[in-house]
């Protein structure tokens, strides 16, 4: 072997090690080749980011089947039209000179989504709203001084397999 290489370190020519998720003898890696999802999830909870798939990535054929946009797709539409974004909740606010609104921000595999809370809706759904890694948010698109929000009007929680908890809450 090479002077200052511990077994099964820097595999070079021979193949990437199965610490690396690459090709490995059965006998080198005795553990189950990881999916997608749990790549991603253990990228988020090591690193704080992927290289990978985004989480939502994972559930896109899904929710583009019941309907729900992209986050680059809200620009196409119309002011006051109903839609359906879904995302990683990223951030959580809920300012005290914001007369009790909330607002966050969700990231999905194009980009970011704004979604604004009234206060009612914020105490039907509080323990939701402040809690879910990953939400798919409905409610009437606004176009304001450029910039699009989501109305939020109804929220689920996305399926939390591979939806890190990455949301910097109440800062």
Known sequence: ?????????????????????GPAPAARCPLPRMTAAERTRADYESSGLT??????????????????????????????????????????????????????????????????????????????LVSAPALVVEGPLQRRDGVITIRGVRFRELGSRGAPEISRDFR
């Open 51 to 128: 290289a990978g798939v985004h989480p939502l990535g994972l559930h896109r054929l899904a929710l583009s089947r019941a309907g729900v946009l992209r986050a680059a797709e809200l620009a196409e539409r119309p002011d006051g039209s109903w839609v359906a974004v879904a995302g990683l909740v990223v951030v959580r606010q809920r300012p005290g000179t914001a007369k009790g609104f909330f607002f966050l921000t969700l990231e999905d595999e194009t980009g970011l989504a704004n979604v604004v809370v009234t206060p009612a809706r914020y105490e039907a759904d509080r323990v939701r």
């Open 1 to 21: 072997g090479e002077v200052g290489r511990a077994e099964g370190q820097g595999a070079g020519r021979r193949g990437r090690s199965c610490a690396a998720g």
